[in-house]
């Protein structure tokens, strides 16, 4: 005969699934359904996300907008979205997003800022650019550049990549911890993780 305190869990059991479950409710909204992978490196641990190279076409003092569509006649309409989070995945409300990557055809444009624009996330750290696919630039997979800051923080400088990108392998200084997750609709999601 099988006693039922066989198929209970014990006290101890309990509590270290009641942690396992704390420490993962902060990400209960981050991955929506139909996401392929998660959608940030964890918060908690006390890093932030990973820093990278601006690259050679940063410009400064670009236009407060989250939709870049207008900038180019053609392209793929996709869509960025998710959280800026500090190390203890609180929320960081007002941060500021610099984006830019290169148009459709793989070009940056130096001369003006289009497929390039600031905005700032909202009370709940969330954010959302709408953009066209960036183009292949010649010798780097696809990417997306962008520098995060809490409000008074230091800037996060780094970049967004594809997933099954061909080009993923070749390039130098790609990380497969950037990623965006990309949802069934087509969208991608990536939370970023920053000191404040």
Request: hydrophobic residues 35%; proline residues 9%.
């Amino acid at each position: 005969m099988v006693d039922i305190r066989d198929r209970q869990p014990s006290r101890r059991r309990l509590l270290h699934l009641s942690a396992g479950a704390a420490v993962l409710l902060p990400f209960a909204g981050l991955v929506r359904p139909g996401m392929t992978r998660a959608a940030t490196p964890a918060c908690g641990a006390g890093d932030p996300t990973p820093r990278q190279t601006a690259g050679p076409y940063f410009s400064p003092g670009s236009p407060q907008k989250a939709d870049f569509t207008a900038d180019a006649s053609d392209g793929e309409v996709m869509q960025v979205s998710g959280r800026v989070l500090d190390t203890d995945c609180r929320p960081v409300a007002g941060a500021l997003l610099d984006i830019w990557h290169a148009d459709p055809t793989g070009a940056y444009d130096n001369r003006s800022f289009r497929m390039r624009g600031h905005h700032f996330a909202d009370d709940a750290g969330r954010y959302r650019l709408t953009t066209l696919r960036p183009g292949l630039y010649p010798g780097r997979t696809r990417h997306i550049h962008i520098r995060v800051q809490a409000p008074g923080g230091p800037v996060l400088t780094t970049q967004l990549y594809f997933a099954d990108e061909p080009g993923n392998d070749r390039d130098r200084i790609f990380r497969p911890e950037l990623v965006m997750a990309q949802a069934a609709d087509g969208g991608y999601g990536f939370d970023f993780v920053v000191a404040k």
